[in-house]
């Protein structure tokens, strides 16, 4: 081969490195890296049971956003002090925002108006008057109730005693959902007995005295989701209850509920949306992180569904959302 001949396969050779060199680095061309949000969420509660849509709606969010989410729970119910300081553990963690699900609304915003939070805040529930907080994400409580109480009042004559759990009263949103129940059953002559958890038969023996000779029957409607997992269970535990507990009524989504439901255990419940609310507060983080969003108010819409509308078009979107 001529020594010409050899140079210019060198030449060519050199040339095909140079190429790969380019195609596998960003010498030239530089890849543009996607920024990923850290977002942190801290629910009311000690157990993530009862957000299943909720945070389906929160994963798909993380996928359409590049968001890296972390769930925290709390280590005691009820207990806004440590809420709080988790809020703040997170931020200085390196959370760019936080999802808050106040177990305490009046608590947690004092404890806002007096710290320095360094990232904004999007409440699951109403728009707290405190800087940090940039959007809330929620259902009117008040309308949800009044949903159930007409249920009730239309369903059964006011001769029935309505029995109301719950699983906290003094959570202000648990409380918005009795005062508009209260509204209806008072206004159709219902007389109604709350019972707030306070050990954990509550609940057990109040359905179990519906049994005693003279007692008579009785309406049971829930607050919350927990206190309807729970009367469900034990309602559905034994075919006597269902003698004498005239209708159980309640709120969530989770799927055991919505078994119960199928199988005639419950006779209605008040349902949202949950997996928009998830996504909801992702965006709305996304965007406070962004822009520092104006604050805003979603509300959400709630239905009220019993047994026949599990299969509805309209309710399996809502109910079983897709992973």
Same mark, same amino acid.
Not at 93 to 116: F, K, N, Q, R, W
């Given at each position: 081969?001529?020594?010409?001949?050899?140079?210019?396969?060198?030449?060519?050779?050199?040339?095909?490195?140079?190429?790969?060199?380019?195609?596998?680095?960003?010498?030239?061309?530089?890849?543009?890296?996607?920024?990923?949000?850290?977002?942190?969420?801290?629910?009311?509660?000690?157990?993530?049971?009862?957000?299943?849509?909720?945070?389906?709606?929160?994963?798909?969010?993380?996928?359409?956003?590049?968001?890296?989410?972390?769930?925290?729970?709390?280590?005691?119910?009820?207990?806004?002090?440590?809420?709080?300081?988790?809020?703040?553990?997170?931020?200085?963690?390196?959370?760019? $925002?936080?999802? +808050?699900? %106040? &177990? #305490?609304? @009046?608590?947690?915003?004092?404890?806002? =108006?007096?710290?320095?939070? *360094?990232?904004?805040?999007?409440? $699951?529930?109403? +728009?707290? %008057? &405190? #800087?940090? @907080?940039?959007?809330?994400?929620?259902? =009117?409580?008040?309308?949800? *109730?009044?949903?159930?109480?007409? $249920?009730?009042?239309?369903?059964?004559?006011?001769?029935?005693?309505?029995?109301?759990?719950? =699983?906290?009263?003094?959570?202000?949103?648990?409380?918005?959902?009795?005062?508009?129940?209260?509204?209806?059953?008072?206004?159709?002559?219902?007389?109604?007995?709350?019972?707030?958890?306070?050990?954990?038969?509550?609940?057990?023996?109040?359905?179990?005295?519906?049994?005693?000779?003279?007692?008579?029957?009785?309406?049971?409607?829930?607050?919350?989701?927990?206190?309807?997992?729970?009367?469900?269970?034990?309602?559905?535990?034994?075919?006597?209850?269902?003698?004498?507990?005239?209708?159980?009524?309640?709120?969530?989504?989770?799927?055991?509920?919505?078994?119960?439901?199928?199988?005639?255990?419950?006779?209605?419940?008040?349902?949202?949306?949950?997996?928009?609310?998830?996504?909801?507060?992702?965006?709305?983080?996304?965007?406070?992180?962004?822009?520092?969003?104006?604050?805003?108010?979603?509300?959400?819409?709630?239905?009220?569904?019993?047994?026949?509308?599990?299969?509805?078009?309209?309710?399996?979107?809502?109910?079983?959302?897709?992973?």
């Amino acid at each position: 081969m001529a020594k010409q001949e050899k140079i210019l396969w060198w030449f060519f050779a050199g040339i095909l490195v140079f190429l790969y060199l380019l195609s596998s680095t960003d010498l030239i061309i530089k890849e543009k890296k996607t920024e990923i949000y850290p977002v942190s969420i801290v629910i009311g509660d000690t157990t993530d049971d009862y957000y299943v849509n909720f945070r389906k709606g929160v994963e798909q969010a993380a996928d359409d956003y590049n968001v890296d989410i972390s769930f925290i729970t709390l280590f005691e119910k009820e207990d806004a002090d440590s809420q709080m300081e988790l809020v703040k553990r997170e931020i200085e963690d390196g959370a760019l $925002a936080v999802i +808050l699900e %106040p &177990v #305490d609304p @009046v608590e947690c915003m004092s404890h806002m =108006d007096t710290a320095a939070l *360094g990232s904004p805040v999007i409440v $699951a529930g109403e +728009l707290l %008057p &405190v #800087d940090s @907080v940039k959007a809330a994400v929620s259902i =009117d409580h008040y309308e949800a *109730g009044k949903k159930m109480g007409e $249920a009730i009042a239309a369903e059964h004559e006011p001769e029935l005693s309505v029995y109301i759990f719950t =699983d906290n009263q003094g959570h202000s949103y648990n409380g918005e959902v009795f005062e508009g129940l209260k509204s209806v059953l008072e206004e159709n002559g219902f007389a109604m007995a709350v019972y707030e958890r306070k050990s954990p038969d509550t609940f057990r023996k109040v359905i179990e005295e519906t049994v005693y000779p003279g007692s008579g029957k009785a309406v049971v409607a829930c607050l919350d989701a927990s206190s309807t997992s729970e009367a469900a269970d034990i309602i559905g535990g034994s075919p006597v209850y269902g003698r004498y507990i005239a209708g159980l009524y309640g709120t969530g989504t989770t799927p055991s509920l919505l078994g119960l439901m199928d199988k005639g255990v419950i006779r209605g419940m008040i349902v949202s949306n949950e997996f928009d609310e998830g996504y909801l507060c992702v965006e709305k983080a996304v965007e406070a992180i962004r822009r520092g969003s104006a604050r805003e108010q979603i509300t959400l819409e709630t239905y009220y569904i019993e047994k026949k509308d599990l299969r509805e078009n309209k309710f399996e979107k809502i109910l079983y959302p897709i992973d």
